[in-house]
Nanobody, 112 residues
C-alpha cells in the first residue's frame, strides 16, 4: 500500500524556519516525482515544490522560490521541505504528493 506520511508542521513566528518531512512507503520515490502542495485558509490547494530524482530537476512556486528548498534522502525514502524566512501567508496545511496521491496534511501556522 502506498503511503505518504507528512510531519514537521507547527507554530512559528514570521521570519523563522521549519522543516517538513514526508516518509514514503509502498514505493521507491526515486523513480517518481514527489513534492508538496499546500492549502491556505479559504484558498485552493496549490503545488509549491517538487523534485524529480530521475533527472534532478526541482520546481518551486514563485511564492516560495528562494525561501524553500526541497531535498530527498533516497536511502530513507524521505523527502524534506526546508522553509526559511517564513511569512504569515505561508500558513496552511501542507500535503505530500506523489503518484497522484496526497498524504495526510501537516499544519503550519506562521504568526506575525
Amino acid at each position: 500500500e502506498v503511503q505518504l506520511q507528512a510531519s514537521g508542521g507547527g507554530l512559528v513566528q514570521a521570519g523563522g524556519s521549519l522543516r517538513l518531512s514526508c516518509a514514503a512507503s509502498g514505493f521507491t520515490f526515486d523513480n517518481y516525482a514527489i513534492g508538496w502542495f499546500r492549502q491556505a485558509p479559504g484558498k485552493e490547494r496549490e503545488g509549491i515544490s517538487f523534485i524529480n530524482d530521475i533527472n534532478g530537476n526541482t520546481y518551486y512556486a514563485s511564492s516560495v522560490k528562494g525561501r524553500f528548498t526541497i531535498s530527498s534522502d533516497n536511502a530513507k525514502n524521505i523527502v524534506y521541505l526546508q522553509m526559511n524566512s517564513l511569512l504569515p501567508e505561508d500558513t496552511g496545511v501542507y500535503y505530500c504528493y506523489s503518484l497522484n496521491l496526497y498524504g495526510q496534511g501537516t499544519l503550519l501556522t506562521v504568526s506575525s
